[in-house]
């Protein structure tokens, strides 16, 4: 089972931030995912929001791109996680940046849901890149608009198992993999947003998913300073999807 971690860039410093990544790089996982501050994170729940005010304090570019070579030198694939609102008057323009920082490709929470009528546009934009376009949805997407954005795709896919991060609702869970493994086939399934126990990554091992995607279950350690408390989830995390 494969793990992708997710980080909002450079929360909670910039010092902070290289220090606890540099923590992980050793471990056994996949993908990185880095979110893209903004001031208006509405897909994300609490836990994370409260992390992109911070990292815009301290984000920089020049950061970004040394941070994201470091990275795939360890052979991991590094996504970034933004919001179309950072780019929605300049798609091509943020798609050069992000290639030229080095991306492998791009996952987009908002773009079928706020963004759907320049799916096409930005879907095109992002290959015209050389990027990979992360198919992003949840159980309630439709299946049309699934569909249609699997055929201008041919990445893995980023299933969100509640509406946001740090969100909570009672979930069916066998009968959304058997709904969403029947729409994407062969494609690989990551699944994120409420992965927060041992219990249910093995869940979700056990059900049929590809791979997990895990961020706010960091946060509190990262903003304490907790490097004993993180070491402990990161090796939970590697042992229940690697071990």
Known sequence: MKLALYFTFP??????????????????????ELGIPTEHPYYDGPTV????????????????????????????????????????????GFMSSMKDVGFDGLILPDLLTDYYSMRKDIASSVSSHELELIPFFNSTTPDA???????????WVYFGLQPSTGIRVPLDIPSMYSRIRNICGEREIIVGFGINSA????????????????GSAFVNSMENDDQEAFDIEMRMLESETHG
């Open 49 to 92: 929001r409260k992390t992109h005010g911070k990292a815009l304090e301290e984000f920089s570019m020049n950061l970004l791109k040394d941070t994201v070579h470091m990275i795939r030198r360890t052979g991991k694939k590094v996504y970034a996680l933004a919001y179309c609102n950072l780019f929605e008057n300049d798609p091509d």
């Open 11 to 32: 929360y909670p410093s910039r010092d902070a931030f290289e220090k606890f990544l540099k923590r992980t790089l050793p471990l056994n996982y996949e993908y990185v």
């Open 145 to 155: 608009a699934i569909n249609e954005i699997l055929g201008l795709t041919s990445s």
């Open 199 to 214: 219990g249910t990554v093995k869940e979700l091992r056990k059900i049929g998913f590809d791979g997990i995607a895990v």
